[in-house]
């Protein structure tokens, strides 16, 4: 369920409302979380959306997920999803997914956008809240002057992190944008992760390019942000303590997007 209001647009009488989409590729980067890709028919939904899915492991379960690519007319999907505490559905969509799995993918909705008028942007996501600004940043990028954005991206630890390699490389290749990584604590738990180690690269922000802290700090660290569209994405808690602090420091309501799951 997000917090955000819920805008899904209209359908005309009789359009479709449930496409299907094969997946191509379940790449486990951690052990809570798995990068699923699919390719299949056309989805109408609009960059930083969420889609209603529906698996073969739980074929009657429906769970919510961002698409971390906007609309393409090949049916390009890409899913980030990690598992939440004695999900069902979450578990077995990141152990289990498997190329050749079909998935029913229906009802888009939500309103995470970039106003077209807007030339600053802020952008903060906690884990798998990443995955809409993903698709809002590469949609940003078809535009003829995309706005300045920060990306304030969260997690408990460094390896929480887990599209920093991407994150890095996109900030290459997109002059208006800067990542700015986020974490509570400067180093990894001792507890090892093997889906971690397989797919560690060299490639990322080293420790002293990730600023301390949650991300419900990032407003009254880095306020007013009194001119700038502001989008939120991320856990119910975290959205809201950010949420508050937005509005303490003065941003206006009016510019401010936010979901939480």
């Not at 647009?9 to 379940?26: F, P, Y």
């Not at 990894?188 to 600023?211: H, K, S």
């Amino acid at each position: 369920m997000t917090l955000g209001p819920d805008e899904t647009g209209e359908l005309a009488l009789g359009a479709q409302t449930e496409w299907n989409a094969t997946v191509v590729g379940a790449h486990r980067l951690r052990e809570d979380t798995t990068v699923v890709r699919l390719i299949g028919e056309f989805v109408p939904f609009a960059a930083g959306q969420s889609v209603e899915v529906r698996t073969p492991q739980h074929p009657n379960m429906v769970r919510r997920l961002y698409s971390a690519l906007p609309p393409s007319l090949d049916g390009k999907l890409e899913f980030h999803v990690r598992t939440v505490p004695g999900g069902w559905c979450s578990g077995s969509i990141v152990a289990d997914s498997h190329p050749g799995d079909e998935w029913r993918i229906s009802a888009p909705a939500g309103w995470l956008a970039v106003e077209p008028e807007a030339t600053e942007v802020v952008m903060i996501a906690d884990g798998v809240g990443l995955a809409p600004m993903r698709a809002l940043l590469l949609d940003l990028s078809r535009r003829e002057q995309p706005p300045r954005t920060h990306l304030f991206v969260g997690g408990r630890y460094p390896r929480d992190l887990y599209a920093s390699d991407m994150l890095y490389l996109l900030t290459g290749e997109l002059p208006w944008l800067t990542v700015v990584p986020v974490v509570q604590n400067e180093y990894d738990p001792d507890f090892a992760d093997a889906w971690y180690e397989q797919c560690r690269v060299d490639i990322g922000f080293r420790p002293e390019e990730m600023m301390p802290g949650t991300i419900a700090d990032i407003p009254e660290r880095f306020g007013p942000l009194d001119h700038h569209q502001i989008l939120v994405c991320g856990g119910a808690a975290m959205v809201r303590n950010t949420i508050d602090q937005l509005v303490a420091i003065g941003a206006p309501a009016e510019a401010i997007r936010y979901e939480g799951f």
